[in-house]
C-alpha cells in the first residue's frame, strides 16, 4: 500500500512563491505517474501537473509558466514550485500517485494524500 505526505501549504500573497512536497512511501514500485491536484470550494477536483518516472510532465493550462512540478525518483518525492500565485490558485492541493500517467487521477482507484491548504490573498 502506498502512502503519500504532503508538505509546503500555507498562506502568501499574490504575486509571491510556494514549494509543495509529497513523500511516497510503501508500494512504490508499482507508482510510475505523480502528481497534483487542487480543488477550490464549490469546484470539481482538478489536474495541476503531473510528471513520470521518465521525466514527461503535464501541466493545466492555467499554471503554464508559473508551476513546475519536478520528481526526485531516489527519494521518492515529487515537488510542485508555484510562482507568480494568484488568489484564484487559492485551494487545497492533493499528490495522487497511480501506475500510469494515462490512469492518474481515475476515480476508485489510485493513492492520495491528505491534501494541503493554499491560500493566495489578493
Known amino acids: 500500500q502506498v502512502q503519500l505526505v504532503e508538505s509546503g501549504g500555507g498562506l502568501v500573497q499574490a504575486g509571491g512563491s510556494l514549494r509543495l512536497s509529497c513523500a511516497a512511501s510503501?508500494?512504490?514500485?508499482?507508482?510510475?505517474?505523480m502528481g497534483w491536484y487542487r480543488q477550490a470550494p464549490g469546484k470539481q477536483r482538478e489536474l495541476v501537473a503531473a510528471?513520470?518516472?521518465?521525466?514527461?510532465?503535464k501541466y493545466a493550462d492555467s499554471v503554464k509558466g508559473r508551476f513546475t512540478i519536478s520528481r526526485d525518483n531516489a527519494k521518492n518525492t515529487v515537488y510542485l514550485q508555484m510562482n507568480i500565485l494568484k488568489p484564484e490558485d487559492t485551494a487545497v492541493y492533493y499528490c495522487?500517485?497511480?501506475?500510469?500517467?494515462?490512469?492518474?487521477?481515475?476515480?476508485?482507484?489510485?493513492?492520495w494524500g491528505q491534501g494541503t491548504q493554499v491560500t493566495v490573498s489578493s
Open positions: 510503501g508500494g512504490i514500485l508499482s507508482i510510475t505517474a
Open positions: 495522487a500517485a497511480d501506475s500510469s500517467l494515462s490512469v492518474l487521477g481515475s476515480k476508485g482507484r489510485g493513492y
Open positions: 510528471i513520470t518516472t521518465g521525466g514527461f510532465t
